[in-house]
């Protein structure tokens, strides 16, 4: 940010699920990315250029009334122990604090919504402005605030609001997006990023294989589904990074498929995407598992397609391999395969694309997408790698954009014989990947993934009792 900068960071604001119910709470990704606090109307305001107030946290005063209805509120020492600020005011004084600002006027509040403050005491003189100030006068100072989107964006709501009051009245403050800045420092993992999102792996490779030993006594999806709900619950992760995906059949090849509603038959795949969310880091995972068991010649087929296309893409990643080449290694294997299969017939062309219709690799952190903008890989990123095939059961019903009619025609009866062969079955196969020093580690390297490690794992589960 520099010396003529200040961050203003708001709190995520309650959602409302219905009248006066209100979704759970979970703070706003950066907010807890630096202070580690999930309370409501805590802000944070940072100024990099004042030696003596370089960060103050503005926290709600405690209210014994609203805490019968609400439970615990922060104390102070609890604010400080989580978040490392040592200047803690009451909440009350973010507004004229602002004010103060917005006119180039040193501020500090009264001792008694001073909560905690550094050995100056709450006494001290507001002092250390004067490089902001400078800035100002030249109408170089910059307020940084967290935006994405534009104006329709879903997020930042606040601070949208908060900067079209702000730019109602002229200052010598530049507005500027703070995301990018948290895009960069949130694509390396520290240390302690790198456990906590471990431990969502952890629990999520737990959920998956407790639901595969179940599958062959299930009749419907959310049976199967219940048994990640009630693992992510019982090692106490803070919820699932996004909604469960258990397709059965057919279901497996709809990409973003959240009912959990179908039948769950022998014969069938079924197709399991879920990730546990643990203190605001989130995994992502995905097996593919036969329901009775074993997989048919068909489904082992296609499986072992994907799997080869997984693993072609992790072989590239190392420091100084590129973002992109990993989806371009594994395209390579899924277009060699269907050419195989006859479900393409050229693959030099977009052919695959009916089949494979996503990306192979995702940032992955405090968002199941995480942020991150980066084309070359270093130590600390942390990214999926996750691709699939999909043999839809109306894909040949509608053509695709990229096949004139007549070719389309010519390529539908051409590939007929092996639709008929493969159609219905969904295959992705999803590992969370680490760049190291020297390469990569698979960070879900503890949840069967080879075709016959998931049989022997199903076999076992069934025969104990």
């Given at each position: 940010?520099?010396?003529?900068?200040?961050?203003?960071?708001f709190?995520?604001?309650?959602?409302?699920?219905?009248?006066?119910?209100?979704?759970?709470?979970?703070?706003?990704?950066?907010?807890?990315?630096?202070?580690?606090l999930?309370?409501?109307?805590?802000?944070?305001?940072?100024l990099?250029?004042n030696?003596?107030?370089?960060?103050?946290?503005?926290?709600?005063?405690?209210?014994?009334?609203?805490?019968?209805?609400?439970?615990?509120?922060?104390?102070?020492?609890e604010?400080?122990?989580?978040?490392?600020?040592?200047?803690?005011?009451?909440a009350?004084?973010?507004?004229?604090?602002?004010?103060?600002?917005?006119?180039?006027?040193?501020?500090?509040?009264?001792?008694?919504?001073?909560?905690?403050?550094?050995?100056?005491?709450?006494?001290?003189?507001?002092?250390?402005?004067?490089?902001?100030?400078?800035?100002?006068?030249?109408?170089?100072?910059?307020?940084?605030?967290?935006?994405?989107?534009?104006?329709?964006?879903?997020?930042?709501?606040?601070?949208?609001?908060?900067?079209?009051?702000?730019?109602?009245?002229?200052?010598?403050?530049?507005?500027?997006n703070?995301?990018?800045?948290?895009?960069?420092?949130?694509?390396?993992k520290?240390?302690?990023?790198?456990?906590?999102?471990?431990?969502?792996?952890?629990?999520?490779?737990?959920?998956?294989?407790?639901?595969?030993?179940?599958a062959?006594?299930?009749?419907?999806?959310?049976?199967?589904?219940?048994?990640v709900?009630?693992?992510?619950?019982?090692?106490?992760?803070?919820?699932?990074?996004?909604?469960?995906?258990?397709?059965?059949?057919?279901?497996a090849?709809?990409l973003?498929?959240?009912?959990?509603?179908?039948?769950?038959?022998?014969?069938?795949?079924?197709?399991?995407?879920?990730?546990a969310?643990?203190?605001?880091?989130?995994?992502?995972?995905?097996?593919?598992?036969p329901?009775?068991?074993?997989?048919?010649?068909?489904?082992?087929?296609?499986?072992?397609?994907?799997f080869?296309?997984?693993?072609?893409?992790?072989?590239?990643?190392?420091p100084?391999?590129?973002?992109?080449?990993?989806?371009?290694?594994?395209?390579?294997?899924i277009?060699?395969?269907?050419?195989?299969?006859?479900?393409?017939t050229?693959?030099?062309?977009?052919?695959?694309?009916?089949?494979?219709?996503?990306?192979?690799?995702?940032?992955?952190?405090?968002?199941?997408?995480?942020?991150?903008?980066?084309?070359?890989l270093?130590?600390?990123?942390?990214?999926?790698?996750?691709?699939g095939?999909?043999?839809r059961?109306?894909?040949?019903?509608?053509?695709?954009?990229?096949?004139?009619?007549e070719?389309?025609?010519?390529?539908?009866?051409?590939?007929?014989?092996?639709?008929e062969?493969?159609?219905?079955?969904?295959?992705?196969i999803?590992d969370?990947?680490?760049?190291?020093?020297t390469?990569?580690?698979?960070?879900?390297?503890?949840?069967?993934?080879?075709?016959?490690?998931?049989?022997?794992?199903?076999?076992?589960?069934?025969?104990?009792?």
């Amino acid at each position: 940010m520099g010396p003529n900068g200040v961050l203003i960071l708001f709190s995520t604001e309650p959602r409302v699920y219905t009248n006066d119910v209100d979704y759970e709470y979970r703070q706003e990704n950066n907010l807890y990315y630096l202070t580690m606090l999930k309370q409501n109307r805590a802000t944070l305001v940072l100024l990099p250029g004042n030696a003596q107030l370089p960060e103050i946290l503005f926290l709600p005063r405690r209210q014994p009334l609203f805490e019968v209805w609400s439970g615990h509120m922060y104390t102070v020492e609890e604010a400080h122990a989580a978040s490392g600020v040592n200047e803690i005011w009451d909440a009350r004084e973010f507004e004229p604090f602002i004010q103060a600002l917005r006119q180039g006027q040193a501020y500090r509040p009264k001792p008694e919504n001073i909560f905690m403050t550094g050995e100056a005491g709450p006494t001290a003189a507001a002092t250390g402005f004067a490089n902001l100030f400078a800035a100002l006068e030249k109408k170089q100072a910059e307020l940084y605030l967290l935006s994405s989107g534009g104006p329709n964006s879903r997020e930042y709501r606040n601070e949208q609001r908060f900067a079209a009051e702000w730019e109602k009245t002229a200052s010598g403050f530049v507005i500027k997006n703070a995301a990018p800045i948290f895009a960069n420092l949130r694509l390396r993992k520290s240390e302690l990023e790198l456990r906590l999102l471990q431990h969502a792996i952890d629990i999520t490779t737990e959920a998956q294989e407790r639901a595969w030993s179940v599958a062959g006594r299930a009749k419907w999806e959310y049976e199967v589904d219940a048994q990640v709900v009630y693992t992510f619950k019982l090692r106490n992760a803070d919820h699932w990074g996004y909604p469960s995906i258990v397709g059965c059949g057919p279901n497996a090849t709809t990409l973003h498929y959240i009912e959990s509603q179908g039948a769950v038959s022998p014969g069938q795949l079924i197709l399991m995407d879920v990730g546990a969310e643990y203190e605001h880091y989130t995994a992502d995972v995905t097996r593919t598992f036969p329901v009775s068991g074993k997989f048919t010649t068909a489904q082992a087929e296609i499986y072992q397609i994907v799997f080869d296309a997984q693993d072609a893409g992790a072989k590239v990643i190392r420091p100084g391999a590129f973002y992109s080449d990993v989806h371009r290694a594994a395209t390579e294997v899924i277009k060699t395969g269907l050419l195989k299969l006859g479900l393409i017939t050229d693959r030099n062309s977009e052919q695959y694309r009916l089949w494979f219709m996503h990306g192979t690799t995702h940032w992955l952190g405090m968002n199941v997408h995480d942020v991150g903008n980066a084309a070359k890989l270093e130590p600390g990123m942390v990214f999926t790698n996750e691709p699939g095939i999909y043999v839809r059961l109306d894909a040949l019903d509608n053509r695709p954009f990229n096949f004139k009619p007549e070719e389309w025609e010519k390529f539908k009866q051409e590939i007929r014989p092996a639709y008929e062969k493969y159609k219905g079955i969904g295959v992705r196969i999803e590992d969370d990947m680490l760049v190291t020093e020297t390469g990569t580690r698979w960070m879900t390297a503890a949840l069967p993934r080879k075709l016959k490690e998931i049989e022997a794992f199903m076999a076992r589960t069934r025969r104990e009792p």
